[in-house]
Every structure is written in structure tokens, then in C-alpha cells.
């Protein structure tokens, strides 16, 4: 939240210190409504989605099996020899394993396609945000949740400004 306060502080510092010079104009976007609101963002949703509950569902399967198995083990094993035993955990163990395993792999596999698919979006985005920025002359545009900058002209940078000043021993 702090962060948020002196990010938009400085926003409108850099604007009113553009306002003698010129006209500077600011905007505000909320890119998560935009993302929601568009049909292919919509669709990836979709799908991810769903490749998420085919994932859940066969982790649910290997749980209940590897319950199952520990159950079933736990009423023989006062009957079993010492050597059954030990296979039995072990072959618990593997199960176990293979669940994490699978459970992380496809983890890693999800979040790869979702930004996959997001990347491509996140780029229309930028490049609509760009043009409506130009067609509004606007010379900022800001995230509005975050207050990120998603687009600034190249006379809005004072960065090397700030550096020189620096260099020189100022504030």
C-alpha cells in the first residue's frame, strides 16, 4: 500500500513537473478486466481449467488407491512376516512418491501452458494499450491496481536527468 502511495505521489510529481513544459496527460487501465472481458483470455481459462480437474481427479484416484492400500495393510500386518512388511512399505513409499511426483510435475506443467497461453494475450494487451495511448496522447498510462506503468513516452523518461543530477552531487 505504501509502495502504491509514493509510486502515484511520484506519478504526479513527474506530471506537474511536465506541466510547465507541456501538456502532460496520465491514464488508467485495469488490465484484469480487460483479460476477463476478452474471448481468448476467456477460453485459456477455460481449458486450464479443465486440464485441472483431469489432473485433480486422477491425483484423487492415486489418493483413495495409496489410502486403500495403507488400509488394507495396517489390518494384515500382524500377520505378515517381517520381509512382507518391509516390501509393503516400500511399495507404499513408491506410491507415495509417484503421487508427489505426478502432483508436481503436472504443477509445473499447468502454470507452463497458462503462460503459454497468457503471454500472447498479455501481448495484445500492450500493443492496445500503446495505441489507444497514442490515439488519446496520453504520455502515461498507469495499471490502475497496482500502479504500474504499462506505457510512457520516451520525453516522459527522466532517468538519465535523475542520474546526472546524482552524479553531480545532488539530491
Known sequence: M?????????????????????TFKIGVVSTDVIIKELPEAIKASKTMEELGLKYRDT????????????ENYRKQEAMMTAEGKRKEEESLAGLRQRYMMYNEEKNVEI??????????????VSDAIAAVAKEEKLNLVLEKSLGVVLYSEDKADV?????????????
Open 2 to 22: 505504501m509502495a502504491r502511495i509514493v509510486f502515484v505521489a511520484a506519478a504526479t510529481l513527474l506530471a506537474s513537473t511536465f506541466a510547465g513544459a507541456q
Open 111 to 124: 502454470k507452463k501452458m497458462s503462460e503459454d497461453f497468457m503471454q500472447p494475450i498479455r501481448q495484445k
Open 159 to 171: 532517468t538519465y536527468k535523475v542520474l546526472d543530477r546524482m552524479k553531480r552531487g545532488g539530491n
Open 59 to 70: 491425483l484423487q484416484m492415486m489418493q483413495k488407491e495409496f489410502e486403500t492400500r495403507v
